[in-house]
């Protein structure tokens, strides 16, 4: 297990379940929770390839923080099929400030455990990481 700046390990699932994503594709998302008990980070969801965006901004907790990757498949404007992996960090306004300062405090150390993230987003809310911004971040 590593160990996150903040005091916070990161649970070796997150990685293999993240080197699945990125190279065979297995899930269209992962999203990640902290364990404050145990100090560490966990798998808390993965979705199926089959998933869609909406699948996703639904498995994210209204009112608690998590990090979270979604692989964004695409078409350029040349017609080419293309994909990125997309890092989110979900702090929602209602989540509370202990959760949200370790979170923050945590997640520079996380998102370097996992090689091969291509676009970082940052939401406090749904509007913040909907499909329209996905797109525009892709190219």
């Given amino acids: 297990m590593a160990n996150a700046a903040s005091g916070m390990a990161v649970h070796d699932e997150c990685k293999l379940k993240f080197m699945e994503l990125k190279a065979k594709r297995t899930y269209r998302f992962i999203v990640f929770k902290i ?7 966990i798998v808390e969801k993965v979705g199926e ?19 979270a990757v979604f692989d964004y498949d695409f078409v350029t ?11 989110i960090a979900w ?13 923050a405090s945590s997640k520079d150390r996380f998102k370097r455990e996992l090689d091969g993230i291509q676009v970082e987003l940052q939401a406090t809310d ?6 329209d911004v996905f797109k525009s971040r892709a190219n």
């Fill in 49 to 67: 390839p089959s998933e869609s965006h909406d699948d996703f901004a639904a498995s994210l907790p209204a009112s608690e923080c998590r990090y």
């Fill in 35 to 41: 364990e404050e008990k145990q100090k560490q980070v």
């Fill in 91 to 103: 702090s929602p306004d209602t989540a509370r400030v202990r959760s949200k300062m370790i979170y």
């Fill in 77 to 87: 404007e040349e017609n080419c099929q293309k994909s990125r992996i997309f890092f």
């Fill in 126 to 131: 749904p509007t913040e990481m909907d499909l």
